[in-house]
């Protein structure tokens, strides 16, 4: 099984490569076969379709991305979860910057729209479900109750503002200001506070 997985992982890098490199549309099953060294039939095997395989390379960088951003969500202190969880994104498009790049290079809806694989588009469907939940608990903590507003007010703090900040550097290919991560962390401070007043 470890070798299946490593496999899988290495033709899903082979495919994120040629994405980011020369885009999605020379992504093909053929291209991706000679990057990666596996033959076609075992892409075919592995992902049923090349649509199926693009779509499962964005899942996996997504739920890669969603790690640290719960881990910190966890921390005993609601602003120091909240800070913790919104600096999560910005360190994951520093260090993880092709999963990242790749992160703002599709929507969902397109690949669900494309997706043959019901598993997949379970997958698609329930992937930001563990971010809402997270975000609605982080909201309860720190303002006492998960209102409405109380939400749209802390993923305004820890999604919009930390995604925002990185996004423009990762769809224009630009290197991150390496004083990008204090003025994020005191604009979102800001914003959480913002409501508290």
């Known amino acids: 099984m470890p070798n299946a997985v490593h496999a899988k992982d290495a033709i899903l890098d082979a ?3 040629l994405v980011l490199e020369r885009g999605v549309q020379h992504a093909t099953v053929s291209a991706i076969s ?3 060294g596996a033959p076609v039939g075992s892409l075919y095997h592995h992902f049923g379709s090349r649509d199926d395989l693009v779509a499962e390379l964005w899942v996996r960088a ?15 202190n609601a602003e120091a979860a909240a800070v913790g969880a919104a600096l999560s994104i910005h360190d994951f498009a520093r260090e993880h910057r092709d999963d990242a790049r790749l992160l703002v290079s599709f929507r969902r809806q397109d690949l669900l729209h494309n997706t043959r694989s019901p598993r997949l588009a379970r997958a698609l469907a ?5 971010l809402g939940e997270a975000v609605a608990e982080l909201a309860r903590r720190f303002f006492g109750r998960a209102t409405r507003d109380g ?3 802390m993923t305004l703090a820890v999604i919009d503002l930390p995604f925002g900040a990185v996004r423009r550097h990762l ?6 200001p390496a004083a990008l991560r204090e003025p ?3 604009a979102v401070r800001a914003a959480l506070r913002a409501r508290r007043r």
């Open 15 to 17: 495919a994120r490569a």
């Open 34 to 36: 000679e990057e990666s």
């Open 62 to 76: 997504v739920r890669r991305s969603q790690v640290a951003f719960l881990a910190a969500a966890r921390h005993a």
């Open 126 to 130: 329930d992937l930001n479900h563990p």
């Open 151 to 153: 939400v749209a007010q």
């Open 171 to 176: 769809v224009g290919g630009a290197e991150f």
């Open 184 to 186: 994020l962390r005191a």
